[in-house]
């Protein structure tokens, strides 16, 4: 429920997309330098105008995360990337990834961590959902 995200595989992402805000953290695992933790709750945030990065927890209240990464990335200026196990044959998966989200399924199983220590691989596959805001220009 909440090992960290590998540092090495988030430096890359964070190369590429310049996070500001980490969704769903604690304070010995957070990415950026504002997160939210389980007491102040991702899930009752504004995440408009940020571009998030998310390792939700992955347990049965994952479906309320990618709703709202879903439902955040829709406000202008937003971003937002999930790290989730890539289960294609969920329910949220067909309700807010398939089709609204870009999708990159990593290769291998990621390594999670726990304070500098590396865990055993994952036992699942993972992916990640990255949603991009829609903005219209005039002109």
């Known amino acids: 429920m909440d090992w960290g995200t590998p540092q090495e595989f988030f ?3 964070n190369a590429e997309f310049g ?3 980490d969704a769903a953290a604690t304070p010995e695992n957070a990415k950026c330098a504002k997160y939210y933790t389980p007491e102040t709750n991702g899930l009752a945030q504004n995440w408009g105008g940020h571009i998030v990065f998310c390792n939700p927890p992955y347990g049965r209240e994952i ?3 990618v709703k709202k990464a879903h439902d955040e990335s829709r406000k202008p200026g937003t971003t937002v990337v999930l790290l989730i196990p890539a289960r294609t044959d969920t329910r949220y998966f067909h309700d807010w990834i398939l089709g609204k989200a870009e999708i990159r399924y990593i290769q291998g ?3 999670f961590e726990d ?3 590396k ?5 699942f596959p993972s992916m990640l959902v990255i949603y991009r805001s829609k903005e219209v220009t005039n002109g």
Do not use: I, M, Q, V
């Open 19 to 21: 996070f500001d805000l």
């Open 11 to 13: 430096d890359k992402l």
């Open 115 to 117: 304070g500098t220590e």
């Open 119 to 123: 865990r055993n691989s994952a036992p």
């Open 63 to 65: 479906h309320k995360w």
């Open 109 to 111: 199983r990621l390594k």
